[in-house]
């Protein structure tokens, strides 16, 4: 061999075998396999005799990390279940969901004036159906503005609402939780199981730690940054008393016909 085909020979035996590799999707929650958080799910799926009805801001599904996928996967077939709409029940929606929307066992999570909170409906009179909004608080609003069949509902809020573990996400205000974390709560008071609440948002801690170890940064809420001048926009008036009334969207104690 000649030193040209000898340097072409070691060129060639430089090119691995292999070919490039493929970014494999899971099977189960659409993600690349190396960011698959299927083994965080609860295995099996968890027995619940409540179930969760997620109704859902068309714009959420492309926004948010898919949590309310986490939870269906995360519970037995049928007990979460997610429809899309800006008003509900619209004619799209099948019969089932006038069903929900007509029965007494339906509760909808919502912080109005009249909601009670969940810790004190009577458990035994259940199991409940609990409607939960998907989306930002201003699309929550106008989906419920827009849904008279949600007025008649009895609503229900969660007042032991801790800071949320969905960091990936700026947070509107402190104790605003995603709707993962939102239904673990609910069921974990509905079912009298504590537990459940750590036991369903665990692919949710996956996929976070996967980000943050990744790059993503960890967000604060908007809510923290503005107490502590660290946001960068001015701050209305509207908004600055809003965050000054402490406890006030996702707690509980907005008024029901408010309309900021
Ligand atoms: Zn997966």
Redesign the pocket.
Known sequence: MTNIEDEAWQDLVGIGADPPIRRDK?E??K?PVVV???PALPSPPEAVASQIVILQHPAEEKRSLRTALMLQLGLEPGKCVVYKGKRFPNLKHPAELQRILESPQTLLLYPSRDSVPLEEVDRSAGPYTLLLIDGTWPQAKAIYASSPALHRLRQVKLIAVGISDYIIRTQPTEGCLSTLETAAQCLAVLESRPELRQTLVRPLHTLCKYQLDNGAVEHQSKEFLLKNNQYPKPIGKRLSRLLNYSNTVCGGGLEKDSNT
């Open positions: 899971c189960q929650c993600r698959c958080w299927c």
